[in-house]
């Protein structure tokens, strides 16, 4: 199974530049060095959104977790990085209770040898 809907996802703009590739940012320095390894950018933060959406239609949902206010999906498998290399990530999407189109929570990296 795949992230329903998830050509139709939302991806904040203040989520990626403000949370994921923010060198300031407590708990997203981390996240914004490890992607700004790969070529990913604040400034052009439109390609990490669109590798985000790219990364989630490529591959099977990890694991579904219901809940009573959405749906959690996780996705685990490589992301196309601008520097031309593939590291695998974990991307988190939700689907509110009631709506068709899922919304980026976050990403990580995933530990090398992890399936």
């Known amino acids: 199974m795949r992230v329903p809907a998830i050509r139709s996802a939302a991806v904040p703009r203040e989520k990626i530049e403000q949370y994921l590739l923010s060198a300031t940012h407590r ?11 790969f070529g990913f950018y604040p400034g052009r933060w439109e390609v990490l959104a669109e590798a985000l959406v790219r990364h989630a239609s490529e591959h099977k949902v990890a694991k579904v977790e219901p809940s009573p206010s959405g749906t959690r999906y996780v996705v685990e498998g490589i992301i196309h990085a601008p520097d031309g290399r593939t590291p695998r990530i974990r991307s988190v999407w939700f689907i509110e209770a009631g709506e068709q189109n899922p919304r980026f929570v976050t990403a990580y990296p995933l530990k090398r040898g992890r399936k």
């Not at 708990?27 to 390894?37: L, P, R, T």
Request: overall charge positive; proline content about 0%.
């Open 27 to 37: 708990a997203g320095c981390h996240k914004a060095a490890f992607f700004g390894s």
